[in-house]
């Protein structure tokens, strides 16, 4: 199979899961079951892409970085209720200097 056969198939099934979508009736979605669930998705989508950026495998095992102590900045910062900029200069500034002293 060539590459552009697979990039066509991948478009034809994005826009079929995007047409099934429209497709889905007004009640199923209105079930609050679906709006609790619908509503926790991007949370636990985004979670568990800090956890694999964050601890990336290497070699089999996990590795400890300055992006971890970054994300723990980060964290303590979001449950402080910083402004988003300030968390996300927070957490940049933890990996810089954390990386300029050798660690990571």
Known sequence: MT???????AAVI???????GYL???SILDDPR????????PIA???ALIATQTLTRTDGSLT???RLAAVGVAVVALVLRAPFIVVVVLGAGTAALLRHL???
């Open 34 to 41: 679906v709006q609790r669930v619908t509503a926790a998705l």
């Open 24 to 26: 889905v009736p007004a």
């Open 45 to 47: 989508l985004l979670a």
């Open 64 to 66: 400890v970085d300055a």
């Open 102 to 104: 050798g660690w990571g």
């Open 14 to 20: 994005a826009f079929g899961l995007k047409l099934a």
């Open 3 to 9: 590459m552009w056969v697979a990039v066509l198939m």
